[in-house]
């Protein structure tokens, strides 16, 4: 339990190279909150209805919804933190940038949440796939996720002010809309298919893949967050838009298909999270730290939590190939 509250920011704001180490006193603890929360509420509501990955991912994507829209509102703010965000592949009608929303949908989704689950859960070994909580601890989650989400869009709003009451109601609805597939998802197994699921080196390489085209797909932004790659792949806005779609239909398609195939295991869920970790973890190298920081100081943090992530993974290896290994009396 722990373990997902703590992990769940550093992947989400750390390791992405949003912040160096060195800030973590206060940037962690201002990101712990929601992350670890939300992360953790999640989890526990799939676990203890009986719902598995379908729903998890799901509430994440409802999850990320819930942040851009209402406690960072970067969905609407063209000047977040100092850069113009929404300025590549603009909707005037709707207030949004396509690239960052969709950026943003699959940020959460995979990074900030599911990933963070998935290496936890292999680590808890026996105790996956049970609730980490009783009820009063996770009514208590529920409301302090609750009371989170209230605190940070009041803060966003005296500060900012740049959502309007149709772009919160309208996000209002979508999330809700979201939540409720994420439920009706229910608790049925899926009938296995025919065929033997890949290995799980194969479900790491479309993860690191899959995890490279949506980093460096963002990046050809002119907003400056990665210049170096906005100067070598100048895409329009619409190509972005029409290559995330595909791309995320593809692999969802990909690994929902080779779930249902007999021989999936948790080998496979931790090659997925492990290649999206690794993603991250190079593509923090050439991010621009939102956090002032200097070259040395933002070079030296990335190389650390690189070898930590490589670390936490060989853990989680190694924990997994014991735990499936025979036990002789």
Do not use: C
């Not at 819930?66 to 965000?85: C, D, F, H, K």
Request: charged share 10%; net charge positive; no cysteine.
């Amino acid at each position: 339990m722990l373990g997902l509250i703590v992990l769940a920011p550093l992947v989400a704001e750390y390791l992405m190279g949003n912040a160096p180490v060195t800030s973590i006193s206060v940037v962690f603890v201002i990101a712990l909150a929601p992350y670890g929360t939300g992360a953790l509420l999640i989890r526990e509501f799939a676990r203890r209805t009986g719902r598995g990955w379908p729903t998890m991912m799901t509430l994440a994507l409802a999850y990320g919804m819930i942040e851009e829209a209402y406690t960072t509102q970067t969905l609407w703010n063209p000047n977040w933190s100092g850069v113009r965000i929404l300025d590549y592949g603009f909707i005037p009608a709707l207030g949004i940038a396509a690239p960052w929303t969709l950026f943003m949908v699959g940020v959460h989704t995979v990074f900030s949440i599911s990933v963070p689950i998935a290496v936890v859960e292999i680590l808890a070994g026996s105790r996956r796939t049970t609730p980490w909580l009783g009820k009063v601890g996770f009514a208590v989650t529920g409301a302090l996720f609750l009371a989170i989400v209230l605190l940070g869009t009041r803060v966003t709003m005296n500060r900012d002010g740049v959502a309007s009451a149709p772009q919160l109601i309208g996000a209002g609805v979508v999330i809700a809309a979201i939540i409720a597939i994420g439920l009706s998802l229910g608790r049925r197994t899926a009938l296995p298919t025919a065929g033997r699921a890949p290995s799980p080196w194969a479900a790491g390489a479309l993860a690191l893949v899959a995890g490279a085209v949506f980093v460096l797909l963002y990046a050809v932004d002119p907003t400056g967050l990665s210049p170096w790659l906005a100067k070598a792949l100048p895409l329009p806005a619409w190509l972005s838009v029409v290559i995330y779609l595909a791309l995320f239909v593809t692999v969802g398609t990909l690994i929902v298909r080779w779930s249902r195939r007999p021989g999936w295991s948790d080998a496979h869920r931790l090659a997925l999270a492990g290649g999206a970790m690794l993603t991250y973890a190079w593509h923090s190298f050439p991010w621009k730290s939102i956090e002032p920081a200097s070259p040395a100081e933002d070079l030296t943090s990335n190389a650390i939590l690189t070898a930590g992530t490589v670390a936490l993974l060989v853990v989680a290896a190694l924990r997994l190939r014991h735990s499936s290994r025979p036990q002789h009396p």
